[in-house]
């Protein structure tokens, strides 16, 4: 399916079925932490298209254009860097629909999803912070700063590990919501990889074209509608009753 199918229907899968999921786990997600959690489930809607090069997160998580994006542009760039590098393998290796449309690969990256940002999170911070010293000590002959990579990596490794089960949850309504909507259109996927069976959800009259009229007329934008009901009801009107008392 198109890629604003997909972001649609992760956003509406991680708000509606994280909460009561979180709560079953022991998890009980705030408000906030569910508007955070919903912004994961989102963009891990597109992951599992990290085997095309024709897909949206392939070329920066956030497909926004025209001026007032560049920010934006910016942040779906960063955010697509550990997508990116586990998609060049997965293309070079896996069919398009084949392993990263599996529950194999959902688990994966719920587990590794928090560990790559922090990865990611460490190289950009301390990169950036060697660089500002680098430039100040060249520029105005600045004493340096003298900053200290193992605390950066420990204040950031700590809060990676406290939102491992936030993301793992999020990370899987996203990524299961993408699966069920391939296994909705013509194309199989391969949901039990590594075996070869091929699976669809739908009999065969009742399978959908992707980027056909039911997509783009109804289905698309139902998603969408449905989306920001659920992201109304489960963050807006929390959070706004929660200020209210504060
Ligand atoms: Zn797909």
Redesign the pocket.
């Known amino acids: 399916?198109k890629s604003v199918t997909h972001y649609a229907l992760g956003a509406l899968v991680t708000g509606a079925v994280a909460p009561p999921l979180s709560r079953a786990v022991g998890l009980d997600l705030t408000p906030a932490e569910l508007a955070v959690g919903v912004a994961i489930g989102t963009l891990a809607g597109v992951l599992?298209?990290i085997d095309t090069p024709r897909s949206v997160v392939t070329h920066g998580l956030l497909p926004l254009r025209g001026r007032g994006a560049s920010a934006a542009v910016l942040l779906g760039q960063l955010l697509s860097i550990p997508p990116r590098a586990v998609g060049v393998l997965a293309r070079s290796v896996f069919e398009h629909?084949g392993a990263t449309?599996s529950l194999a690969f959902a688990a994966i990256w719920a587990v590794l999803a928090a560990p790559l940002y922090a990865a990611l999170g460490c190289a950009l911070i301390v990169g950036s912070g060697y660089m500002v010293e680098l430039i100040a000590q060249l520029v105005a002959g600045a004493d340096p700063l003298r900053m200290d990579p193992t605390a950066v990596v420990s204040w950031i490794v700590t809060r990676a590990s406290g939102a491992m089960p936030l993301v793992i949850l999020c990370v899987l309504c996203g990524y299961l919501s993408?699966l069920l909507a391939?296994a909705m259109t013509i194309a199989p996927i391969r949901l039990w990889w590594p075996s070869r069976r091929r699976v669809w959800v739908l009999p065969r009259p009742l399978r959908i074209k992707t980027g056909g009229s039911f997509e783009r007329y109804l289905l698309q934008p139902l998603a969408v509608i449905g989306a920001v009901a659920v992201i109304v009801v489960q963050v807006g009107i929390p959070l706004c009753n929660a200020s209210a008392v504060l």
């Open positions: 399916m599992p298209d629909r449309h993408h391939d």
